[in-house]
C-alpha cells in the first residue's frame, strides 16, 4: 500500500470515528449488539424457529448417523478470542448492528456473482459495511483486519431500522474496494426462500445469523427457539430449506437435513446456560448448512463464552443421540376450517408501512417481496382466532401490480387480493386465513413493479 493510500484509509476511519461519536448512541453501529425485535430473527413459521420435536424421523436416519460415526462428539464452534492466534483470531461468528441511515460500499462477487443479491429488494446497490472493517480485525469471521479469503471470513450485518439481514462469504478489502465471493440478503420480516440451485453466504443457502447460538439467549431466562447451523464432513445433494449443494457422497446427509437431540436424552446435570441450548437441539434441531468437522454447531463470537464449561459438554453428546427428521419435512398446512364465529373489533390498524420501520410499520412493501404480518394479539385479536376481517388499502403505488395475501405459513395463492395502477391508492375487503400452525400470522406478496405502501385495518375475527 502506497503512502498516499495509507493516508486516504486513515482519514476514513477517523471520519467514520467522528460521526460514530457524533451519532445518538441508538444510531451507532454495533458490534454483537442487540437484535432487532421480535426474535427469534425471522416470522414464527420460518424453517429455523419451527418445532420439529413431533416430526417424524428418517427412514433411514441410523444409516445417516452411522454415516457420521455414532461416537462422534458434538463441538462447540464459537466461543471468545483465540489464543493461538493472537491478537486477532477469534472463535464463532461476529456480527454488527448498525442504522437504517448506515452508507452503503458496493460489493464486486468474484465467486458466485450471479447467484448474488447486490441490493436489498427496493434499495440502492451495496451492503452496509462499516469503514472500520477495513482496517480493525474481529468484524468478519477469523477476525483478521479486512477479511481474506483463505478461510470463509463471512461478514454477517443487520440494519436494525429497515430489519434486513446482510451477509458475505469471502468477504475481504482489497485495496479500495470490497470483495467477496457471494452475498446475501434477508428480510427478516419475509419467509421468502432463495431460489432452487442459489447459493447464500453459506453453502447451504441459507441465512447464517439466526442459526448461530448466542450467548444472550442461552444465558436469558426464556427457552431459545430456533434451531442451530451445524457441519458435517461431507454432504449429497440438498433438501428443503436448502436451496444449493456442495457435494454428493453417497450415504452422507444432504445440506438442509435436521439432526434432532433424543427426546430421552437427560440433560439436567450440564449447567442452566447448556441446558437450554441442549433443549432447543430437542425442540428445534440442528440444520446442516455446510461441509466441515462432523456435529460442529456454531454460534456467535462473544467473550463472555467459558469454553472450559462448553467444550465438555457438548462432547458429552454422540451423533448417536441424534436422530434425522425425515428429509425435506415441512409443518402440515391446513387449507380449510369448520364453521366460525365472527365477532366484531373497533377499526384498528394492524400496519402502516408510511410510519417508521418495524413489525407494523415501514419499509414499503418492495417489488417481489413478502412480508409475513403478526395479527394475534394485536388489534384485540385472540390467540385462536382463525381467520379476520380487514380493509386493505395501497396508497399511491409507484406502479401496476397486485398484492396476494395468505396463512403465514402457506405458500402464495394463484388469485390476488387486490389491484392497482400506477398513482392510485385502493382499497379492499378482505377475509384471510391465518397460519393454521396457531402462530396468528398472515403474509403478503407484492407482484407489483415498484415498492408500496399499504395499510391494514382490521375490523372483526372468526374463530
Not at 18 to 33: E, K
Not at 70 to 86: I, M, V, Y
Not at 226 to 239: E, I, K, L, N, P
Not at 373 to 398: E, F, Q, S, Y
Amino acid at each position: 500500500m502506497t503512502v498516499s493510500m495509507r493516508a486516504v484509509v486513515r482519514s476514513a476511519v477517523v471520519a467514520d470515528l467522528l460521526t460514530l461519536a457524533a451519532l445518538p448512541a441508538a444510531a451507532q453501529v454495533t458490534q454483537g449488539g442487540a437484535l432487532p425485535a421480535p426474535l427469534p430473527l425471522f416470522p414464527p413459521d420460518n424453517w429455523w424457529n419451527v418445532d420439529v420435536s413431533a416430526a417424524p424421523v428418517d427412514l433411514n436416519s441410523a444409516n445417516f448417523v452411522n454415516f457420521i460415526g455414532a461416537t462422534r462428539g458434538l463441538h462447540p464452534d464459537f466461543g471468545g478470542d483465540d489464543p493461538d492466534h493472537p491478537p486477532d483470531g477469534i472463535f464463532g461468528f461476529p456480527y454488527a448492528v448498525v442504522p437504517g441511515n448506515q452508507p452503503l460500499e458496493p460489493v464486486a462477487f468474484v465467486e458466485f456473482d450471479p447467484q448474488s443479491d447486490h441490493a436489498a429488494p427496493g434499495r440502492p446497490a451495496g451492503y452496509p459495511i462499516p469503514v472500520a472493517a477495513r482496517t480493525q480485525p474481529k468484524w468478519i469471521e477469523g477476525g483478521a483486519p479486512g477479511g481474506g479469503t483463505a478461510d470463509d471470513h463471512h461478514m454477517l450485518l443487520v440494519d436494525r431500522d429497515d430489519r434486513i439481514l446482510y451477509e458475505l462469504y469471502h468477504a475481504h478489502w482489497n485495496a479500495d474496494h470490497w470483495e467477496a465471493g457471494s452475498g446475501a440478503i434477508f428480510a427478516l420480516d419475509s419467509d421468502a426462500r432463495r431460489p432452487d440451485t442459489w447459493t447464500s453466504a453459506d453453502a447451504a443457502g441459507l441465512a447464517i445469523l439466526p442459526g448461530l447460538v448466542r450467548y444472550d439467549e442461552a444465558f436469558g431466562s426464556a427457552p431459545i427457539r430456533h434451531a442451530f447451523r451445524c457441519t458435517v464432513r461431507s454432504t449429497d445433494g440438498y433438501v428443503y430449506p436448502a436451496s444449493h449443494d456442495a457435494g454428493s457422497t453417497a450415504g452422507a446427509l444432504p445440506m438442509g437435513a435436521r439432526l434432532r437431540l433424543r427426546a430421552g436424552k437427560d440433560v439436567s446435570a450440564f449447567a442452566p446456560e447448556v441446558q437450554r441450548i441442549f433443549q432447543a437441539m430437542k425442540t428445534y434441531g440442528l440444520i446442516v448448512a455446510d461441509n466441515g468437522s462432523d456435529m460442529y454447531v456454531q454460534g456467535t463470537y462473544d467473550t463472555r463464552w467459558n469454553n472450559d464449561v462448553l467444550n465438555p459438554a457438548f462432547s458429552a453428546l454422540k451423533a448417536a443421540d441424534f436422530e434425522v427428521v425425515q428429509l425435506g419435512w415441512k409443518p402440515p398446512v391446513a387449507t380449510a376450517t369448520g364453521a366460525l364465529d365472527f365477532y366484531t373489533v373497533a377499526p384498528c390498524r394492524l400496519l402502516d408501512t408510511r410510519n417508521a420501520s418495524g413489525p407494523a410499520g415501514g419499509p414499503a412493501l418492495p417489488p417481489g417481496s413478502q412480508r409475513v404480518i403478526a395479527v394475534t394479539g394485536h388489534c384485540g385479536v385472540p390467540a385462536d382466532a382463525k381467520a379476520v376481517a380487514v380493509n386493505l388499502t395501497v396508497v399511491a403505488a409507484g406502479a401496476a401490480g397486485d398484492l396476494r395475501f395468505f396463512p403465514g405459513n402457506a405458500q402464495p395463492p394463484n388469485s390476488s387480493t387486490i389491484n392497482f395502477g400506477p398513482g392510485q391508492t385502493r382499497a379492499n375487503n378482505a377475509v384471510l386465513m391465518l397460519a393454521s400452525s396457531g402462530t396468528g400470522t398472515l403474509a403478503a406478496q407484492n407482484d407489483g413493479g415498484a415498492a408500496t405502501h399499504l395499510l391494514v385495518d382490521v375490523t372483526g375475527y372468526f374463530k
